[in-house]
């Protein structure tokens, strides 16, 4: 797909992202771009919004699509887009939340699966 063609000022520029979970269809062929002082998103519950944020930080695999975050690709470089200025202390919250999944996700495969009782 190459670099999106949307707005040369963008921050964050999206193109064609499909992203599922499963079955179910989260995001379908998004393209979008968001100019430097966009502040937030709007949608009703399940319209995608959480599924975007995430995309946007690397912590979801896309279907298809690229999303570029200051000129960096998303998918290809995550660490470099949580590192860019803007990241926020929600950010830290979201690294810590991946070191700790990926913790969890090795105790997993070290001790098998969990039962319930």
Same mark, same amino acid.
């Given at each position: 797909?190459?670099?999106?063609? *949307?707005?040369?000022?963008?921050?964050?520029?999206?193109?064609?992202?499909?992203?599922?979970?499963?079955? &179910? $269809?989260?995001?379908? %062929?998004?393209? $979008?771009?968001?100019? !430097?002082?966009?502040?937030?998103?709007?949608?009703?519950?399940? =319209?995608?919004? +959480? +599924? *975007?944020? %995430? &995309?946007?930080?690397?912590? $979801?695999?896309?279907?298809?699509?690229?999303? %570029?975050?200051?000129? *960096?690709?998303?998918?290809?470089? !995550?660490?470099?887009?949580?590192?860019?200025? !803007?990241?926020?202390?929600?950010?830290?919250?979201?690294?810590?939340?991946?070191?700790?999944?990926?913790?969890? =996700?090795?105790?997993?495969?070290?001790?098998?699966?969990?039962?319930?009782?």
């Amino acid at each position: 797909m190459g670099e999106p063609a *949307l707005q040369p000022s963008a921050i964050i520029a999206i193109d064609g992202l499909t992203v599922r979970y499963g079955g &179910a $269809v989260a995001l379908s %062929h998004l393209t $979008v771009s968001f100019p !430097p002082g966009a502040t937030g998103l709007l949608g009703v519950n399940g =319209a995608g919004k +959480t +599924t *975007l944020i %995430h &995309a946007i930080l690397g912590l $979801v695999t896309p279907e298809s699509g690229r999303v %570029h975050v200051f000129g *960096l690709d998303a998918a290809d470089e !995550p660490l470099a887009v949580l590192d860019k200025p !803007p990241a926020t202390d929600r950010v830290d919250v979201m690294r810590a939340w991946r070191r700790m999944r990926e913790r969890c =996700a090795r105790i997993g495969r070290a001790t098998g699966p969990f039962e319930a009782r």
